[in-house]
Structure formats: C-alpha cells, structure tokens
C-alpha cells in the first residue's frame, strides 16, 4: 500500500475518532471498492468458470487418439503404398505401349492409347477386385451382381485379347508349350500388378483415414488445451485480484484500527464526560 493511502486512513481513523464513530468498513469501500466475487448470474464469468474444467469428452479423444495412433502403426506408410502405385502404373503404362506396338500402332498414337490402355487396365482391375471383393463381404441385390459379372466378363475378354496379342507377337519363333507359358507369364504381369495396386489403393486409403482422424484427434485435444488455458488463465486472474484486494484491505484495517486506538486514547482524558464525572467527585 502506498504512503499516500495510509496516510489517508491514519486521517480517517482520527477524524473518526474525534467523532466517537467507527466507519473502518465503509472507508475501506470507498477506498477499494466492492470485494471481487464469482456474479452466478453473470453468464460471461459463469462460461470462463466452466472453461476451467475438465471436459467429459476429453478422455473419449484421448482414448480415440490412442486407439488411432495404434492402428496407423501397423499400417504402412502412405508416402511407400503411393510410391510404389505410381510405380506400378508406369508399368501398366509401359506394358500398354508395348502391346500397342505389337499391334502395329507407331508414332505418337502409340504412347497416347498406351497410356489409355494402361490406366484403363489398371483401372478395369480395381473395380474388378472391388466388386469381388464387396459382393463376398455383404449381400448383393441382382443388379450388383449383374453389375460384377459384366465387369468380370469384360475384364476377361481385355485379359483374354492381350494374351493372344502375345502369341501374335511370339508368332512361330516359339513352341506350342514355349508360347503358352510366355501368354501365362504376359498375363501374369499384365494383371498382378493391376490386383496389387487394389491392394496398396485400399491400404492407402486406410492410412490416410487413420492419419486424418489422428489429425482432426489432436486438433480437437489442441483446442481444448486452448479452452482449458483460458479458464484457468481467467481464474488465476479472479483469484489473485481477490487475494490483493484481501491483502490491501487487511492493511488498511489494521493501520485504521491503530489510528483509531491511539486518538481515541488520546481524546479520551479530555473528553466532556470524563470531566464531568471528575467535578462531580
């Protein structure tokens, strides 16, 4: 407290005295002003109160968070599964040129229906083993099936096509047998890598869901850091204004209290009612 504000309640307490009052509370309003307190009907201060605790859901995202970050360990990373798919289509696309030129396509028409006939295949295989894949988990009306046989059928007869463009390609040079197993072996690498990007396209698309949910996880938990400090922040605020203003009032109670004593000890002998009941002896 400054020396200013003591020497005001010193004068206080003695102007008080002389009066035979005590106004100890009332300085003490004027001086400080009314005691911070909580206002329940004050919904701004009521919110910030309710910011400085702890949410019921917090634990359901920490429990999720963990459970996320988990299972995307045990997945592969999405950086190697889209690696090794652009990889795979490079193939497809390479494999596409290569039987368009087997077919006698030439010049810049055999990259462009290449590459057309490589996404297309690698395409054609996703949806394929989706199909499958769909139709054995879950129960499928007519349509869906009708649907998976048409794109089984057609898969097929491309399958079916690039093969004997193969045996085209190979012509005599090869034996009967020979030439069946390098249709095998073309229809092998022509179709693998098509159900192996399903494959590394479903595991990629898992890891990116795990990886979005950790992130929308932590940006939740984040924000709720954020509320927390805030409560807690206003809180501390409230506490420690209402820990200064106790401080400065017990001070100015104690130097008034003091004051008061000592005047009113001093003003006591001279008083006219001591000096009465003194002539009256």
Known sequence: MSLFNRWRARQAAQRDAEL?????????????????VLDPTNLRQAGRVAESRVSPLRRDLEDDLRAAESAYVDCTSPV?????????????????IRVMRAIGVVGKDQVFFGIALGIGLQSLTVFVARCARSSAREPSSS??????????????????ALGYSRAQEAGDQVSTLGLLAEIAIMLTATAFPGWLSELLFEAFCQARRLKRTIERLRRDLRRDDQRLARGTAFTNRFGASSEAYDREAAEIRAIYTAEHRRASARLAPTSPTVLSSRSES
């Open 20 to 36: 035979g009052i005590n106004s100890m509370e009332q300085f003490v309003m004027g001086q400080l002003g009314p005691r911070p």
């Open 80 to 96: 190697i599964t889209l690696t090794l798919l652009i990889a795979i289509t490079v193939i497809e696309i390479w494999g596409g």
């Open 143 to 160: 349509a869906q099936r009708l649907v998976a046989v048409v794109l089984c059928a057609i898969y097929a007869t491309v399958v079916a």
